[in-house]
């Protein structure tokens, strides 16, 4: 699976969209990319994942850049509950084994 | 989405004992289902893949006779620490694959293991 790099926290205030960026300039054809979220002492949640398309469900948008070597999630309206480390993860399926990179801390303040 | 239990949540132990952790699918059935591993402030680890009436593929490194799993139905694994040791305390997660178009894995609470 090819390797994601992502900022190792970032910032956000209540209410205000927060855009987690994430590079994978290696990801192969077949690949999707895959976005988790792992709030304190709980196990991963799934958020979305997309191939090339843009995709949006009602947690998050997925923006997918035409090279397909970057993307970013955005959560439009933060609130504090969205405090977590967000992982991106490159893979042929989810149903396959996951390497967990170490993410971005997104700390959501009032 | 899929729902995926895990029990025990919290478990303390002696040093030398065995601790099994169980993993369920609750509204699905799910023929791979795997197992992390998360030291504090260190990211999922993965210890093995579950298969379904299939023995277990272990990551290099993960020692298979200390973590026994077993994977009997298909809403249930469970994975054994055998003889327990203080370094073997971390936080064990399961996953399970939903075997839909989306093939998307789906993860458990999570379970606190502490070995004294």
């Known amino acids: 699976d090819a390797k994601t790099t992502q900022p190792p926290s970032m910032d956000c205030a209540e209410g205000r969209a927060a855009n987690l960026p994430c590079n994978h300039s290696?990801?192969?054809?077949?690949?999707?990319v895959y976005w988790y979220r792992q709030i304190h002492s709980q196990g991963p949640q799934y958020i979305i994942h997309?191939?090339?398309n843009n995709e949006t469900n009602e947690m998050a948008s997925l923006i997918i850049t035409e090279d397909r070597k970057s993307s970013t999630l955005i959560l439009p309206h933060a609130t504090l509950r969205d405090t977590a480390v967000y992982y991106c993860i490159v893979s042929r399926t989810s149903g396959s084994r996951l390497t967990f990179g170490e993410g971005t801390q997104l700390t959501v303040n009032p | 989405g899929a729902v995926v239990s895990q029990h025990p949540s919290r478990v303390i132990c002696k040093s030398g004992t065995s601790v099994k952790i169980e993993c369920r699918s609750l509204d699905f059935q799910a023929t791979t289902m795997f197992w992390y591993r998360q030291f504090p402030k260190k990211s999922l680890m993965l210890m093995a893949t579950s298969n379904e009436g299939s023995k277990a593929t272990y990551e290099q490194g993960v020692e298979k006779d200390k973590f026994l799993i077993n994977h009997a139905s298909l809403t249930l694994s469970t994975l054994t620490v055998t003889s327990a040791h203080p370094e073997d305390s971390s936080f064990y997660i399961c996953?399970?694959?939903?075997?839909?178009?989306?093939?998307?894995?789906?993860f458990g609470p999570g379970t606190r293991l502490t070995v004294l």
């Open positions: 290696t990801i192969s054809g077949n690949e999707y």
């Open positions: 997309g191939l090339k």
């Open positions: 996953s399970a694959r939903v075997p839909t178009s989306t093939d998307t894995q789906y």
